[in-house]
């Protein structure tokens, strides 16, 4: 490829090419798919205590260095015994055995058990040499030194067998698990007292809009409280991310270029809301094509979220979401969680999807995929249901609120009757079997 001359490649970068042939509408799986292919997974790597891992990305699979449990042990308290002994304990004659050792979960006995004999057993203490059956404490009972088996015991009887969690060698989980409550037992039984997880991506959020005003400020004509920077760092937050709230910037084009070149040095991941859309004041979607950056798409076929300017620099990655509340959210969901995901090695990079049916008619003519906020909850079936929140507009943040997850309509979908079914994406949090019931 010829390069240009320098004045002429400085001249064109500072005139922003019509953005019609720069930037065609492209479909969304598209721009997932390119998301997802300059989201790499981080090298940056970290051991945190387990007590701090609860909702990190395990970096490596967790492979069983040992059996679990370690040895043989008791599933109940009882008397452990040779089954032999007891085999027929209930049919004519209840066994006596002479019981010969307590066994406290913690106690592996050295002695073996010889016939005639039993131990008193807790559970989880080592099945002792010999024996091969626990019988409960309530089959037996107890006089002196010798006990009663009121029940027939096969071989195995409420004995756990070594391994039978976890085999040495075995693959217990693998990397890009998202570290949930069991899985921090798993890590722990093994013998892990740190998890080795990805780092978390640096996120930085900032709006922009020459309107916006803090939450803390009386709105006159004209000004509108910064929602987005909320919404969008808890999100982040959800997704795994170290979020920095970045505050409000101007429509101003030298200050806003500063900005975003000051917060692009620092950041792994840029997020910003507003200045992407078709306004005299938009500036973003110029200014990152002017700051170097490589701009992959501004425009993608949904609704909402329409204008989204996905741009990177290495392995930095730059997102400026429209401006409007839903949108940004949408968008957020949509193409950074993924991006955030991955980056962190997660398996699963997208929201838990469902089928549900729909409670409502809705129509579509515009070839686009929707996201529609809904609830999703049961009927009386116990039949996964979703109705829509209210109204649709991209600003209209209350149904988002009332909202437990998006409906997607794909682009060939023109319209869809009470009762269709239809996919659900459940938010991040939200218990499906907790929203049982209709919504409010
Ligand atoms: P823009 O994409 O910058 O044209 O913004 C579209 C609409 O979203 C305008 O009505 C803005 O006032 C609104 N908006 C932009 N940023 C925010 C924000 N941080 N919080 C709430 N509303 C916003
Ligand atoms: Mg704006």
Redesign the pocket.
Known sequence: MMRKPCAQRKALLHTPIPLKRRSPVIPFAEALQIVLTHARPTERVEQVPLLAAYGRTLAEALVAAENIPIANNSAMDGYAVRSADVGNAEQCHRAPLRVVEVLAAERASTRTLGPGEAMKIMTGAPIPPGADAVVMVERTRAEGRTVWIEAPAQAGQHVRPAGGDMRAGQRVLPAGTRLEAAHLGLLASLGHAQATVAARPHVGVL???N??VPPEQTLSAGK??????YTLCALAEAAGAEVEFLGIAPDDRPSLAATLRRELARVDVLVT?????M?DF?YVKHLVAELGLNVHFREVNVKPGK?VVFATQGARLFFGL????VSSMVSFQQLVRPALRKVQHARNTGLRTLRAAIGEPYSKGDGKRHFLRGMLSTDGDGRPRVRLTGAQDS?ILTSMGRANCFVVLDEACSAVAPGDAVDVQLFEGEDFAAVQGPAE
């Not at 509108?224 to 920077?229: D, K």
């Not at 809301?273 to 859309?277: A, C, H, K, Q, Y």
């Not at 429209?322 to 509340?325: R, Y």
Request: hydrophobic share 20%; charged share 10%.
């Open positions: 709006a922009t809009g309107e916006l509108v409280r910064n929602a987005n920077s809301s507003g200045g992407v859309s306004g938009d204008p429209p401006g409007n509340p600003n």
